[in-house]
T-cell receptor
Framework: QKEVEQDPGPLSVPEGAIVSLNCTYS??????FMWYRQYSRKGPELLMY????GNKEDGRFTAQVDKSSKYISLFIRDSQPSDSATYLC???????????FGSGTKLNVKP | GAGVSQSPRYKVAKRGQDVALRCDPI?????LFWYQQALGQGPEFLTY????????KSGLPSDRFFAERPEGSVSTLKIQRTQQEDSAVYLC??????????????FGEGSWLTVV
């Protein structure tokens, strides 16, 4: 069993929809939680970064971490076709020198 | 440079050949990481450097894989006697420091290796 589980999708939504992406994990030592966006044939790009539990909002994006349930989420409001990409969750223990990634969820936002 | 630069972007190697992949991190970044990403999968950790010191190489899949960062800047990932299962995207990432709230890790665009 992988340390980080993520539904691979694909997830297809109409433009303007609210998108919910999720990951679960098994290692209680994880302290840092990140969401990356990866376009085809590009490197991952950091979207959101959260330390420990709680919520964080940045524009149309909201990240939630529930350490008690070992569950993290990314919400995208008013989704746009330009949001179409693969979304990767990533986690790290306190020392921040090794990231554990989910397998990625492919999102398609239809105009 | 403005971002993490990797070369070559695409490499086709015959099985058994040696390959070398280069990473030029963002200037001044202390930490450097190599990840391997198979098709349709998330990146998997290979190794981590802090300056020139290789602090963690636990993700290197076999002794055919070797990474170095001799002057604490440019890094090279070498794969000897390549096998078909080595076909993947090799991602390099760098960050200013190892720990810190709000610290950001920047990824390069990857080196796409195909072993035939």
């Amino acid at each position: 069993q992988k340390e980080v589980e993520q539904d691979p999708g694909p997830l297809s939504v109409p433009e303007g929809a609210i998108v919910s992406l999720n990951c679960t994990y098994s290692n209680s030592a994880f302290q840092y939680f990140m969401w990356y966006r990866q376009y085809s044939r590009k490197g991952p790009e950091l979207l959101m970064y959260t330390y420990s539990s709680g919520n964080k909002e940045d524009g149309r994006f909201t990240a939630q971490v529930d350490k008690s349930s070992k569950y993290i989420s990314l919400f995208i409001r008013d989704s746009q076709p330009s949001d179409s990409a693969t979304y990767l969750c990533a986690m790290s223990p306190y020392n921040f020198n090794k990231f554990y990634f989910g397998s990625g969820t492919k999102l398609n936002v239809k105009p | 440079g403005a971002g993490v630069s990797q070369s070559p972007r695409y490499k086709v190697a015959k099985r058994g050949q040696d390959v070398a992949l280069r990473c030029d991190p963002i200037s001044g970044h202390v930490s450097l990481f190599w990840y391997q990403q198979a098709l349709g999968q998330g990146p998997e950790f290979l190794t981590y450097f802090q300056n020139e010191a290789q602090l963690d190489k636990s993700g290197l899949p076999s002794d055919r894989f070797f990474a170095e960062r001799p002057e604490g800047s440019v890094s090279t990932l070498k794969i000897q006697r390549t096998q078909q299962e080595d076909s993947a995207v090799y991602l390099c990432a760098s960050s200013f420091d190892a720990v810190g709230d709000g610290n950001t890790i920047y990824f390069g665009e990857g080196s796409w290796l195909t072993v035939v």
